[in-house]
């Protein structure tokens, strides 16, 4: 995964972090993209399926060995208050996703949790992470056209929100 960076980041970014940033019980916030070729995944194969990368879109890899032509694949890695404020969050993010899927949008949400226990080390119940996800293609290759996309899903984010909002004050 390339983390995007905060300076230089684009706007359309920046709105999509800030998006999921707003939304009451949500913590932390990563974006991230993924563009694997053939070739890439035949040298991660070994790696991957030994288990040591289990935060690779596991999906898309078995679907097509990579990404498709002109696909590029958006990630939002994310956080909740483990508390109900946060299964809230978690509860509509999966409501939203479910929507934008109904719609034709190639979104989906994963939670990515590590093993219970590394060595010694009880881990289970501090590494669960989700991460949304948005598989876009384009009918060419231009970051403007991948970039209008996430401005897309930003406002469609905040939109639902601001309509939705009395449903966070229960």
């Known amino acids: 995964m390339s983390n ?5 980041m684009p706007q359309e970014i920046i709105s999509l972090e800030k998006a999921f940033k707003d939304i009451p019980g949500i913590n932390k916030v990563e974006i991230g993209k993924h563009q694997y070729s053939k070739e890439d995944v035949k040298q991660l194969d070994e790696i991957y399926f030994g288990g040591q990368y289990a935060d690779l879109p596991i999906a898309m890899l ?3 060995a990579g990404n498709l032509d002109k696909e590029i694949l958006i990630n939002v890695a994310f956080t909740i208050e483990p508390n109900k404020q946060g299964l809230n969050a978690l509860e509509f ?4 996703v479910r ?3 109904r719609s034709g949008d190639n979104v ?3 939670s990515i949790g590590l093993p219970p226990m590394a060595g010694d080390a009880i881990q289970l119940g501090s590494t669960l ?6 598989y876009i293609v384009t009918e060419k290759e231009d970051i403007k056209l ?3 996309k996430i401005s897309e899903l930003a406002e469609s984010l905040d939109e639902s929100v601001d309509l939705y909002e009395p ?3 229960k």
């Open 167 to 169: 449903a966070f004050k």
């Open 4 to 8: 995007v960076q905060a300076e230089g």
């Open 108 to 110: 989906q949400i994963r």
């Open 129 to 134: 992470t989700f991460w949304f996800e948005a």
């Open 99 to 101: 929507d934008l899927s």
């Open 93 to 96: 993010l999966s409501w939203w």
């Open 146 to 148: 991948v970039l209008a």
């Open 62 to 64: 078995r679907r097509t």
